[in-house]
């Protein structure tokens, strides 16, 4: 059996179907991802990609066999679910904060409203600083996304996925610029891509560099508590309570599982990046491919 969550309107409603704690639902007739059958999410936080985090909404534990059940990039769809019983709001902030997407223990840190935050007073998601208002911040007092500076509140830096600081574009690493993608200073353009320590003619919007953005291993995965060992279970105390625990992987070990479970044309993706070197690509993930380098 596969275990999650599902969530409710305040009557227990999903897209206007009528559920109960306690029973089994069938669907007759074939399942297809977001077009029929019944939904739910492993992942506690996943669900609010779909429902606001509103304690008026109410969220259960669910369960569907294997065999009858398609599984998605957030969300899985199956043709029986059991609805096995309901949890406190308690319980839901700890099923995200404390097991699912946070780096430390319990909630890592404290007076989070969003997702996934490791720091504290946070009202976005997965942030890893403090007093951020966006989107994956590992920096602080970020009111952008995904951010890892420190002190973006606008004028400082009130662009997007910026490492620098003080930048009012986005995607910049270096300091005070203007554009995107710019590692420098005071930059007011869009410079070309880099590529396995090369400088190039290839632009941002090659489809070949769109292709693996947003690509990549996840370094961290969900351990139930079913499937943790007497030391682990001794190491999380609270992950019977959560039901789990979120595991921290070494980057290539990261790497290597991703690898192993990628596409053959995610892989053809990474190695027909510009310049592609298969021993940089080794250095880096720690991964091996008999690839000739690209131009």
Known sequence: MIKGFKCFDKDMKCRGFQFEVGKTYEHKGPISMCESGFHYCEKAQDIFNYYNFDPTNRVCAVESPVKDTKKGEDKNVTSCLTILRELTWHEVLDAVNTGRGNSGDSNSGHWNSGHRNSGHWNSGH??????????????????????????????????????????????????????????????????????????????????????????????????????????????????????????????????????????????????????????????????????????
């Open 126 to 295: 997965r942030n890893s600083g403090h007093s951020n208002s966006g989107h994956s911040n590992s920096g602080h007092r970020n009111s952008g996304h995904w951010n890892s500076g420190h002190w973006n509140s606008g004028h400082s830096n009130s662009g997007h996925s910026n490492s620098g600081h003080r930048n009012s574009g986005h995607w910049n690493s270096g300091h005070w610029n203007s554009g995107d993608s710019n590692s420098g200073l005071f930059c007011t353009n869009t410079p070309n891509v880099r590529l396995f320590n090369r400088y190039s003619k290839v632009p941002w919007s090659d489809p070949r560099i769109q292709a693996v953005l947003g690509r990549g291993p996840d370094t961290t995965e969900w351990v139930y508590f079913s499937e943790m060992t007497a030391e682990e279970k001794e190491k999380h105390p609270k992950a019977e309570t959560t039901g789990g625990y979120l595991k921290k992987l070494e980057y290539k070990a990261a790497w290597q599982k991703y690898w192993g479970n990628a596409s053959e044309q995610v892989k053809n993706d990474f190695q027909n990046l510009p310049f592609f070197n298969a021993e940089i690509f080794h250095e880096i993930t720690g991964i091996k491919v008999a690839v000739k380098e690209k131009v």
